[in-house]
């Protein structure tokens, strides 16, 4: 940090007496530490921190850039940073630095405030007032004095309304007295000049010409008592001649400005006069013309010249002339006031007599040497008694009492009142009016009372003195003061002391001014405590005759001034301001430099606020938009490479600069000035000329260096049009240049013109290579912005862009530096040229003279080349400490080249390809086995990079059989062959995961291969792996139960449950030192520690890895195959090299080259462990992504060994480890971060890792869980976990993922999600749905926001949109198959949440987003069906969404859907091509038959929307589709039962179906005879010998139906119910006892049910009655069908039907047939069996005399009497509805059989 500080006062001190271009490298290196400094800062020490740890130096320079104002309009935000650490460390220069920045904004205030009055337009007056309030504030630092005259016009603008704003008048005048009070000299100069001149403007006599009256109200906002009283008191009194001069003659003005003042504004000088009349009276004379002006106030002699003051107002005016030290003054007073002496009505009878001398006194009357005291005794406690006090009071205003008594008494209480706590005694008593009134009649002619003169004097001035009321009121009377002139004068004759007198008359005069509050709306509370105060000036100008207390000694506005000279002496101070003023004076930075390129145009302004030539380069180099500029216009017109190389240079220092402050950003954007100027024209014409000297390739070197920093400043989220356009341009130069930069990747060796050779060899090379590594670190973040960019046309010219760019790596790769060429620098920027090219999916295709195949086959020769070269023929890295780099990007390119491949050669056998020829195997057998041999050593490589690649590769090739069977026969020379080599590497837990990670997807991809499972199918397979030898029993097993044997012998399920138990999900770790007792237990990792910045802290014993013993595949062969559902070969991603540790087994090789250029995107790879015994400890590193993969592997082995896995998932408590990681507090803390703005762009890389392995794991989690309940059901039920993992479950797919920039992960991880909930609640609903229902309940707002992100066709795929669509209708299912238990059971407790939402107005919002979804799309698309599915179980389950489906007119689209379905098929039927014809129908129909669903779910218990159905004419439509409906099953099936739920309790939609309702219109094909009752009739009457569900559903409507009574009257006029009798009757095993829904499946059954619901109605009896046989059929029927017996049953009720049923024999008169139909229902167990029998016979005993004497029977009362004791038993034991009935109809049938 010291150092920093140095670097900074270094920069910041060489700026004077230097060359403009040396300033400029000053600067920019002033700014670029500035920003390091800061953001260093920031990182390493918190500010609260900074007071002891920065040094003294950095401090100072950490000063200065708070005050550098050009810095902070760059880089405000790291300036607050600074000055936030400033604050911290000197508190002093914090200070400075505050004044400093209140100091720029007043200067800053003042030029908005001239710019804003010359401003055309209305004004915001207001703002204009602040703004004038700082600039006067401010005019100490810029003493820009021109703004006063502004402000002055502008106050005077402001008071000449008739109605101005009272707010603005008073705001306004603060500031003008302040400005007349300012303590500058020169301001106070201006404002009084200035105002002068208004005044002279407005007064002035040029107006008379001009006849125009209203000039004069420019002076209102003169006249004001408080503006008077600043220019009266102070400016006539200052002491420098300017200012005491033009306060002179503004008050003439004004004073002699009665003819030039309309009659309102002179009326408004007078009452603004008045109060000051006593100030401005001191400066009356006889000489001066001020003096005389203001001598005429008071003058009598001209009554008519002033008709405002009155008279008595004059002789106050001339009283108080009496008091001024002037002796002329004094003389012209005495002649004013004689008239009014003379002109008193008492004028004859009062005293004194103005003899000679009388009148000669007046003028010295009240002149005193010697100012008396008269302040008061103001104790609260007095030492006199009221009692006294009151008697004294009482002599003196008795009449009765002698004179020389009341004389005493008078001076007794003129003493007393020195007390001030006896004043309230004596006013209440009224000593006031009584001294007034002794006053009044000693000048009136009492001679006796001129005794009491002097006293009663006395009393009145105490009285007044305390009283400031009294004193006001007093002060008012002109009598009273005359008659105190005529007392004074009789006690001056009688040579009296007239003090007191004189005193009182000074306190009477002067009351306008005693006071400090009126001038001004500052309280002074020492002022306060005297009761009469004067101005200062008022005791110097009058003889006051007592030592008055003073204020105002200056003026009350006067304003202390900040201290500017310190800030004026201090440069970095002082250039703050400057630049500040300068900057508001220019109105912004452009228009400054502007003025500073015309020197000729002079400063306006005070020349110590000019800048410095070096200050305004100064400015120019920190203001980007002008230095971007230069630097453009710089590069455009350069003559020599020198500016070319100074102005790149300085575009990429601020393009560096721009990236060290992040996420501080700029005020300007480099990237978007430069969009502004035409930056790609300077740089094109570089780009596109072919380098011909070391010194153009040195120059291009730099351009191409900056173009790269241009485009790495690109947003990485989201591209923006600007950004699309750079791309476009250097594609399209790219790929359209005849020398383009492509070909300089081959070298300009062959390129370089002969002249060249002379240069330097090696200088030669140097910017050769540095060329080259700038053209390959250029193409990769071109490659890296492609991989956002989302432009069409972008991706147009991407794709011949990146397969030029291959072709130019690979001819770079074999002519350049082959591969025995050393040249490892070069090479290794070739390959990693080629990793970026190849990980873009489509690489080759774009290639004009290459097929892709035969591109993909070069690169792959030249790969496997260098990887022979490198690495097999030096036999790996342990004997070469070359090529680290040239490894690992090579394998990098092959991974990505394997996919690449894959995907060109999707239907062709590419393996055979990737076999590494070796010149040393010459047998056919030895090339087989070596392949890919060459793969297997880069599993075991040191480093981890290359370790995770190769794996990668391997699983990559292992995704196709070829490949599977091509690793397996390289692996035949390792002991445990390719299984055991795999399972090693997993189960190595030193190993890191990623590499684990890539082992399990080789496993994965095995497992899909068909395995034998047993010996007799291994004889006839293919595919002898896995294959396990034992040599001490000499058993092979091949094969499943291999593979079951090597997990077993492995113990892989037991590793996973410690992997589980230890995997970290945080973001960070550090590498620690394992503790010294390694014999301690194993510390398992707390999972609850999950903060990111906290590092990773366990340790665990290292246990030696499992060995697994196998043998090399058996020689026979079989053909068994084994299929795996669900699961496909895995080809996993481009692999992250990313790991946060990694250690690797102490077997595997050691030594690892290093090149001298590795990238740092390379992980460090640490090996200290050679030699290390397998006891120490070290630190374990378990990720979820190798939990992903465990999981993955696991759903594979679930689908060949189901029964195996589970037992071992179970055993080992698998399930419960892995749903222990599901936890949504790490992925909502990623959320969050992700989230916070201006977070680095490497940490948001991160922390989208994190975010996206968490939800990589809970993807791959749920599809094994998903997997483990599909096989075994039951375990839904058996997991604890399992609320806590639903809940969970549900947290994540409500997670808010706007702007988190991992969409695609999002996707998947939901999918899963959804897919996972659905077969939960599926499986077992009692388990699952409680716990999804209340977590979707708690949360559906946000789940609402998924839905809609699903849904989006923009956002969600169709994958996810299926999963949501599939979950929300299992939801719904499920809910309303919850409302039927809670329907159909009474005591039912079972509520969910989902009830509440669906039964609220969110489930409205969900429906209309399905409407949206259903309604957009066509019905070919497969999600319209499932959309369809979803809006149909919200629907049945929710009437809010019902009512809105109805009111946002979804039922009369599907209304009018069907009819113009018809019309189409109306129209197909008369077209030829019956095969054509036929295909459109099933099209149409199944269209019809979507429809119709939709509307079942609309009416299913709601008559809103059976309503709007019926208005809709639904029955025509239906009617009109009849004859197809015929045709196709389904579709009338869907068609009837939309029917029964449409006439379901809806008699107005029965009536509809009728042919007679509201549903059907005047002149429709709809008749009484020909409805669609009678349709369904007809089919209901069909043959069907197999019970249809057509006949089913036909019957169950008619059963509907016959609740209307329209229909009822049709199945009377219709001879349908004679077909009755002639049902067949099937044999009968069971009887009524046994099932009340006996038989009701079969024809018969469906024919009771109707005749059921006719028996309800009277006129649906008459109608049963009047079927031929039917009640000797029901009869019969009865014993066995339960409807039967109910139709008997409701026959009995009705008193029509009783004589037909008693006068049947087969029912009363045969005993014996009788008891078995009614009585014997008595003996049944079924208690609603029992009820109708009793009921019925009830019913039939009622007023029915036949049937009471044949029920008179022994044995029937005995049975009725058994029923009743049983059934009162039961009522004991049972309380109910049901059997309360029964007992009650069997009480009153025992009444009427014994009645």
Not at 701 to 720: E, L, R
Not at 778 to 803: M, Q, Y
Not at 931 to 937: F, K, Q, R, S, V
Request: proline share 4%; net charge negative.
């Amino acid at each position: 940090m010291e150092l920093l500080g140095d670097i900074l006062c270094y920069h910041a001190s060489h700026l004077a007496d230097i060359p403009h271009s040396s300033l400029v490298h000053y600067r920019m290196a002033y700014t670029g530490t500035a920003v390091f400094t800061i953001k260093f800062l920031q990182t390493v020490l918190p500010p609260e921190k900074a007071n002891k740890n920065i040094p003294e130096n950095t401090a100072a320079a950490i000063f200065h850039l708070c005050l550098d104002t050009s810095f902070g309009g760059l880089l405000p935000s790291i300036q607050e940073t600074a000055v936030a650490y400033l604050e911290q460390v000197n508190s002093d220069n914090h200070g400075l630095y505050r004044r400093v920045t209140r100091a720029a904004l007043w200067m800053e205030s003042t030029c908005n405030f001239l710019k804003e009055v010359h401003a055309e337009g209305e004004k915001n007056w207001l703002e204009l007032l602040e703004l004038a309030d700082q600039a006067i504030d401010g005019l100490v630092f810029h003493q820009h004095l021109p703004i006063i005259k502004e402000y002055v016009l502008t106050c005077s603008y402001l008071w000449k309304f008739d109605q101005p704003s009272p707010f603005l008048q008073k705001e306004s005048q603060k500031l003008l007295l302040k400005l007349l009070s300012y303590p500058l000299l020169p301001v106070k100069m201006e404002t009084y000049e200035c105002t002068l001149h208004v005044v002279k403007d407005s007064l002035g006599i040029q107006n008379v010409s001009r006849q125009n009256p209203a000039a004069c109200s420019g002076v209102n906002f003169l006249l004001h008592h408080r503006v008077l009283y600043e220019i009266s008191a102070f400016g006539l009194q200052d002491s420098v001649e300017k200012v005491n001069v033009a306060a002179k003659d503004i008050l003439l003005f004004l004073l002699k400005g009665r003819l030039m003042m309309t009659a309102s504004t002179w009326d408004r000088f007078n009452e603004a006069l008045y109060p000051v009349m006593p100030v401005l009276q001191g400066y009356a004379s006889t000489e001066e013309s001020l003096g005389k002006c203001v001598l005429l106030i008071s003058d009598m002699s001209d009554v008519t010249r002033d008709i405002v003051f009155p008279s008595t107002v004059k002789f106050k005016a001339a009283l108080r002339l009496l008091f001024t030290k002037q002796p002329n003054v004094r003389k012209a007073a005495a002649e004013q006031i004689l008239p009014h002496l003379r002109s008193d009505e008492d004028a004859n009878t009062a005293r004194p007599h103005l003899d000679q001398q009388v009148v000669a006194s007046l003028s010295s009357l009240f002149c005193h040497r010697n100012p008396i005291d008269i302040t008061l005794d103001t104790s609260k406690k007095s030492v006199f008694k009221v009692e006294s006090v009151e008697k004294l009071f009482d002599i003196l205003s008795s009449d009765a009492v002698d004179i020389s008594l009341k004389r005493s008494a008078a001076e007794q209480l003129s003493v007393l009142l020195q007390d001030t706590t006896m004043h309230p005694v004596l006013k209440s008593l009224g000593i006031t009016d009584k001294v007034i009134s002794s006053i009044m009649e000693s000048v009136n002619g009492n001679k006796s009372l001129d005794c009491l003169l002097e006293s009663c004097m006395c009393i009145l001035r105490k009285l007044v003195y305390a009283d400031p009321s009294l004193r006001h009121s007093l002060a008012q009377h002109s009598l009273l003061l005359l008659a105190l002139l005529r007392a004074s004068l009789i006690l001056n004759e009688s040579n009296s002391n007239c003090s007191e007198d004189a005193v009182l008359m000074s306190l009477l005069l002067f009351d306008e001014i005693s006071s400090v509050e009126i001038w001004s709306d500052k309280s002074n509370t020492g002022v306060g405590l005297s009761p009469f105060s004067l101005l200062l000036s008022v005791t110097r100008r009058y003889n006051i005759p007592f030592q008055a207390v003073t204020h105002h000694a200056v003026s009350p506005y006067y304003s202390v001034l900040p201290s500017s000279s310190e800030l004026m002496t201090l440069a970095p101070a002082r250039q703050a301001l400057q630049v500040a003023w300068n900057t508001a004076w220019h109105s912004g930075m452009d228009n400054l430099f502007e003025s500073s390129a015309n020197s000729a145009k002079a400063a306006e302004f005070h020349p110590d606020l000019k800048l410095s030539e070096a200050q305004v380069v100064l400015l120019q180099t920190v203001h980007l938009p002008f230095a971007l500029q230069d630097c453009i216009q710089a590069i455009a017109m350069a003559a020599g490479h020198h500016s070319v190389t100074s102005g790149l240079s300085r575009l990429s220092l601020y393009l560096l600069i721009e990236r060290l402050a992040f996420p501080h950003i700029p005020t300007y954007g480099c990237k978007v000035i430069l969009h502004s100027i035409s930056w790609q024209a300077a740089v094109t014409r570089f780009l596109q000329v072919r380098p011909a000297s070391v010194e153009d390739e040195r120059l291009l070197v730099g351009i191409v260096a900056f173009v790269n920093s241009y485009f790495k400043q690109m947003h990485t989220d989201s591209t923006c049009e600007s950004e699309d356009g750079d791309l476009r341009w250097i594609l399209d130069l790219l790929l359209n240049q005849t020398e383009s930069l492509l070909n300089l990747l081959l070298g300009v060796e062959n390129q370089t013109p002969p002249q060249s050779l002379a240069e330097p060899e090696e200088l030669k090379n140097h910017i050769n290579q540095r060329l080259q590594r700038e053209l390959t670190i250029f193409f990769n973040v071109l490659l890296l912005r492609l991989t956002t960019n989302t432009d069409r046309l972008c991706l147009a010219l991407a794709g011949p862009f990146k397969s030029q760019l291959a072709v130019s790596l690979l001819q770079s790769l074999r002519v350049s530096d082959a591969p025995r060429f050393y040249g490892l620098p070069s090479l290794e920027r070739t390959l990693q040229g080629m990793v970026s090219v190849t990980a873009h999916p489509g690489w080759s295709s774009h290639c004009l003279n290459l097929e892709p195949n035969l591109l993909c086959s070069k690169y792959l020769s030249g790969l496997l080349e260098v990887i022979s070269s490198f690495y097999v023929e030096w036999g790996g890295n342990s004997l070469s400490f070359m090529g680290k780099g040239v490894t690992k990007n090579a394998v990098i390119s092959l991974l990505h080249l394997s996919h690449e491949m894959l995907v060109k050669n999707k239907d062709k056998d590419f393996i055979s390809q990737w076999s590494l020829g070796n010149e040393v195997a010459t047998e056919e057998a030895s090339a087989s086995q070596l392949a890919l041999a060459w793969l297997i050593p880069l599993w075991v490589d040191r480093d981890q990079e290359v370790r995770i690649a190769s794996l990668g590769l391997g699983a990559a090739l292992s995704s196709v059989p070829s490949g599977c069977q091509a690793l397996c026969a390289s692996c035949q020379n390792i002991s445990g062959g390719l299984w055991g080599t795999v399972l090693n590497i997993l189960l190595d837990q030193q190993e890191s995961s990623m590499v684990r990670r890539e082992a399990a997807f080789i496993l994965q991809n095995l497992m899909v291969m068909p395995m034998p499972a047993n010996a007799e199918e291994a004889k006839d397979s293919h595919w002898q792996h896995p294959c396990v030898h034992d040599e001490v029993s000499g058993i092979s097993l091949v094969g499943l139960p291999a593979l079951q044997a090597l997990l077993y012998h492995c113990e892989y399920f037991q590793h996973i449950a410690f992997s589980g138990s230890i995997c970290y999900q945080g973001r960070y770790t550090f590498h620690l030192q394992p503790p010294d007792d390694t014999t301690s237990r194993p510390s398992s990792l707390e999972n609850d520690s999950l903060n990111s910045e906290s590092s990773l802290q366990f340790w665990r014993s290292v246990q030696s890895a499992p060995t697994v013993v196998s043998s090399r595949p058996s020689s026979s062969l079989s053909t068994s195959s084994t299929v795996i559902r669900g699961s496909g070969l895995h080809t996993p991603k481009d692999p992250s090299p990313l790991s946060a540790t990694e250690d690797t087994p102490a077997s595997r090789l050691m030594a690892q080259g290093q090149s001298d250029t590795d990238t740092s995107e390379s992980v460090t790879s640490q090996d200290s462990r050679q030699g290390e015994p397998l006891t120490v400890e070290s630190v374990v590193m378990v990720t979820p992504d190798l939990m992903a993969a465990h999981c993955g592997l696991l759903t594979n082995l679930l689908a060949i060994l189901p029964e195996f896995t589970l037992t071992a998932l179970q055993h080992n408590h698998l399930l419960n480890v892995l749903a222990g990681l599901v936890r949504i507090g790490p992925i909502e803390k990623c959320l969050t971060e992700l989230k916070t703005p201006n977070i680095l762009p490497g940490e948001r890389e991160d922390i989208k890792g994190q975010f996206v392995s968490l939800l990589r794991f809970l993807s791959d989690f749920s599809k094994l869980l998903q997997s483990c309940v599909m096989v075994r059901q039951e375990l839904i039920g058996q997991m604890d976990f399992l609320k806590q993992l639903l809940t969970t479950l549900v947290a994540v797919v409500t997670m808010d993922t706007k702007d988190a920039g991992t969409w695609d992960a999002v996707c998947v991880c939901w999918a899963d999600v959804f897919m996972l909930l659905a077969t939960l609640v599926r499986r077992d609903s009692s388990a699952a749905y409680p716990s999804v229902s209340a977590s979707l309940g708690r949360r559906w707002r946000a789940f609402a926001g998924t839905l809609t992100m699903c849904m989006n066709e923009k956002l969600g795929g169709s994958a996810l949109q299926t999963m949501a669509l599939q979950f929300l209708s299992t939801v719904f299912t499920e809910e309303m198959n919850s409302q039927r238990v809670e329907v159909n059971t009474s005591n039912s407790k079972h509520t969910t949440t989902v009830s509440d939402i669906v039964n609220s107005p969110l489930a409205s919002e969900l429906c209309e987003l399905l409407l949206q979804s259903f309604e957009k799309r066509t019905i070919q698309d497969p999600l319209k069906k499932k959309t369809a599915r979803t809006l149909m179980t919200l629907l049945a389950c929710s009437p809010t969404a019902q009512s809105h489906a109805a009111k946002a007119g979804l039922i009369d689209s599907c209304v009018e859907q069907m009819k113009q379905t018809h019309s189409q098929l109306h129209l197909e039927s008369v077209r030829t091509g019956k095969a054509s014809h036929r295909k459109k129908e099933e099209g149409y129909l199944k269209e019809v038959k979507l429809t119709m669903d939709i509307l079942r779910s609309a009416f299913y218990r709601n008559s809103e929307s059976k309503a709007v159905a019926t208005d809709a004419r639904l029955t025509l439509a239906l009617y009109a589709l009849w004859p197809w409906l015929l045709l196709d099953d389904p579709a009338m099936e869907a068609a009837l039962e939309l029917l029964c739920v449409y006439t379901a309790n809806c008699t107005t939609a029965c009536s509809s179906v009728c042919g007679s309702g509201p549903g059907v219109g005047p002149g429709s094909k709809l008749s009484p005879c020909n409805s669609l009752m009678h349709s369904v009739m007809k089919l209901a009457s069909g043959v069907a010998p197999d019970n249809s569900p057509i006949q089913k559903l036909a019957f169950s409507l008619l059963a509907n139906l016959a609740m209307s009574r329209d229909c009822r009257g049709i199945l009377q006029k219709n001879n349908f119910l004679q077909a009755f009798p002639s049902v067949p009757i099937p044999k009968m095993g069971i009887t009524k006892d046994t099932s009340a829904g006996c038989g009701s499946g079969s024809l018969l059954g469906l024919w009771l049910r109707l005749l059921v619901n006719l028996s309800f109605a009277e006129d649906g009896q008459q109608t049963l009655l009047r079927v031929t046989g039917v009640l000797e059929l029901l009869a019969d029927l009865a014993q066995h069908w339960l409807h039967a017996l109910l139709t008997l049953h409701n026959l009995c009720f009705s008193p029509a039907n009783k004589p037909h049923v008693v006068a049947n024999d087969q029912l009363i008169s045969v005993p014996d047939k009788a008891m078995k139909i009614f009585v014997r229902c008595l003996d049944s167990k079924e208690m609603e069996t029992r009820c109708m029998g009793a009921s019925a016979l009830w019913a039939l005993l009622h007023n029915n005399q036949r049937a009471k004497n044949t029920l008179k029977c022994p044995s029937i009362r005995l049975r009725i009497k058994e029923a009743r004791a049983n059934s009162q038993k039961d009522a004991e034991n049972k309380q109910g509805p049901m059997s309360a009935y029964l007992l009650k109809s069997l009480e009153n049938l025992s009444q009427l059989l014994n009645n």
